[in-house]
């Protein structure tokens, strides 16, 4: 997203510009999650460029090295990307993800996400609903599984389909949600 290579880090004299690309960058990063995640808005994502630790392991003994961190301006602190909630990583990664999708002009996808709300608060699932439903769903065909009730948007009941594990003849699926048992 900076446009820049890592090789521009080191030995340079562009240091501002290399900074500012990297400020840039944290703030497209942060405005595009932020508009989705609704669980804290004092977050913000940094990109930040670190020298190699003394002693680290293979990859991080070579430098430069990119750190993502989330800062908290409530707090006035910030952590490592790695060590938010497994929920925030889940849906900073699903989103990347599918933008480097849409960058490289993927079109007519068929998305098949396996429990998409496993990791993620009750809120934090409607915010997954409102990125599929804004994102996902207008350009691309979107399929996935839950057992989780937050992830069944109420004003759009059609949409859901039941699977019921047949004793015999395997699964049948049906749009008829209102009859199924206590397994299905």
Not at 81 to 92: N, T
Not at 99 to 115: H, V, Y
């Amino acid at each position: 997203m900076a446009g820049v290579s890592p090789e521009e880090f080191k030995n340079t004299d562009q240091h501002e510009r290399l900074l500012r690309e990297l400020e840039n960058s944290g703030n497209v990063i942060s405005d595009e999650v932020f508009e989705y995640w609704s669980q804290n808005k004092e977050l913000e994502v940094q990109l930040k460029v670190l020298p190699p630790e003394v002693g680290a392991t293979a990859p991080f003994d070579e430098g430069p090295i990119l750190q993502v961190r989330v800062f908290n301006r409530r707090h006035r602190a910030s952590v490592p990307f790695d060590d938010r909630s497994r929920g925030f990583v889940w849906f900073f990664s699903f989103l990347a993800y599918f933008n480097e999708l849409e960058a490289a002009g993927t079109t007519d996808l068929i998305l098949l996400l396996d429990e998409p709300g496993l990791s993620l608060h009750g809120r934090a699932q409607g915010d997954l609903l409102r990125l599929i439903d804004e994102r996902l769903a207008p350009k691309h065909q979107v399929l996935y599984t839950t057992h989780s009730p937050f992830m069944v948007d109420p004003d759009n009941i059609q949409r859901v389909r039941t699977v019921i594990d047949m004793e015999r003849g395997g699964a049948k699926v049906s749009s008829e949600i209102f009859k199924a048992d206590e397994d299905t």
